[in-house]
């Protein structure tokens, strides 16, 4: 009995020490030690770098120091989950950077773009059409003419063609005209009254020979008219784009013309082997006298520069009036192939 009482005051002396030994541990324990440690995150030493924006704005351990944050923070956004999350004790501020969400990034995108739904909608090929004929609006295109409308041309020209006398030829056998040849060279001057179409008035030298073939007591008589003129042409040309190209122009023309006899007009008689030479002035009761008509003709028009053009064409010169009266009455026709080149300018 002695020696079990003996064994009850040493356990309890025992159990006492553990006590007190107990207490003391836990009154050295640091917060830190208290934490609990998950078992896949390592322990980590205080971070000592400078807070980030976003730590700045989380609540820290000081009650003072939140307060001010959030109020700044009211008026923009309603706080993020973490800002609502308090500190547990014993735990330090967390000082990572929370890594954004997806969705607040996209929106975000969404509203600084100002994206529309039609942006991101395929371009239809009519659309793409548009947009082109937009942006070749400041350069002309293939079929497109610069404007000519109230611009000047000034040209040149030459002929070379054939002449047929019309009228009353003398005599009772077999006579009859040949075809001679004919020239004529000459300038212009026009204005374009419309983009298509203007008033060119033309001054040029014409030759314009007659030969007459007839038999005159059983002998061949052959007599040749030589006539010149200084022709005044006024037409009204028009043109017409040819092969859908802006290189070249299909032209029409017609109008009237005024010859006054130029040169010595000279008849040339000669039968057999005698040629007789009489000018035709003095003729009597012979006549000679200007003539004028009508004419018209058309061709193609090239451009060989922005300004300046080459032409082709046919023209024709048909006398309404008798130049050379005597034992002939005879008017003279000329058509001829014209090569010519003219300037458009604006003087103005």
Not at 281 to 290: C, D, S
Request: with cysteine; hydrophobic share 35%; aromatic share 10%.
């Amino acid at each position: 009995m002695k020696y079990f009482a003996y064994a009850v005051v040493l356990i309890a002396l025992l159990s006492g020490a553990m006590v007190l030994s107990q207490g003391r541990t836990d009154d050295v324990r640091t917060p830190d030690a208290t934490r609990e440690t998950k078992p896949d995150e390592p322990a980590r030493a205080p971070d000592t770098r400078k807070p980030d924006a976003d730590a700045q704005k989380r609540p820290v351990d000081d009650p003072g120091a939140t307060e001010q944050p959030a109020k700044k923070d009211a008026d923009t956004a309603a706080p993020s989950d973490d800002a609502k999350k308090t500190v547990e004790p014993g735990k330090g501020p967390d000082t990572r950077t929370a890594e954004p969400e997806k969705k607040d990034t996209t929106e975000h995108i969404i509203i600084d773009r100002k994206d529309r739904p039609e942006d991101h909608a395929p371009e239809r090929p009519a659309e793409k059409k548009d947009r082109r004929d937009k942006t070749d609006d400041d350069a002309p295109s293939r079929t497109r003419r610069l404007g000519d409308e109230g611009k000047f041309i000034f040209g040149a020209y030459a002929g070379y063609g054939f002449v047929y006398p019309s009228g009353l030829i003398a005599g009772t056998g077999d006579q009859g005209a040949d075809v001679t040849a004919g020239y004529a060279v000459g300038g212009e001057l026009g204005y374009m009254l419309l983009e298509g179409g203007g008033l060119f008035l033309g001054v040029e030298y014409a030759s314009k020979p007659i030969s007459i073939n007839r038999t005159y007591m059983r002998l061949s008589q052959q007599v040749q008219y030589q006539l010149a003129f200084i022709d005044y042409v006024l037409t009204y040309r028009g043109f017409f784009d040819a092969f859908d190209t802006r290189k070249s122009r299909l032209f029409a023309e017609i109008g009237m013309f005024y010859g006054s006899r130029s040169g010595r007009w000279v008849m040339r008689e000669t039968m057999g082997s005698t040629t007789y030479e009489r000018d035709m002035a003095t003729l009597k009761p012979g006549k000679v006298q200007n003539e004028y008509g009508i004419c018209f003709g058309f061709g193609v028009q090239f451009d060989a520069a922005r300004d300046v053009s080459v032409n082709v064409g046919l023209r024709f010169e048909i006398s309404l009036q008798n130049a050379f009266e005597y034992e002939d009455e005879l008017k003279t026709n000329l058509g001829m192939l014209t090569l010519g080149a003219c300037y458009k300018f604006d003087p103005f």
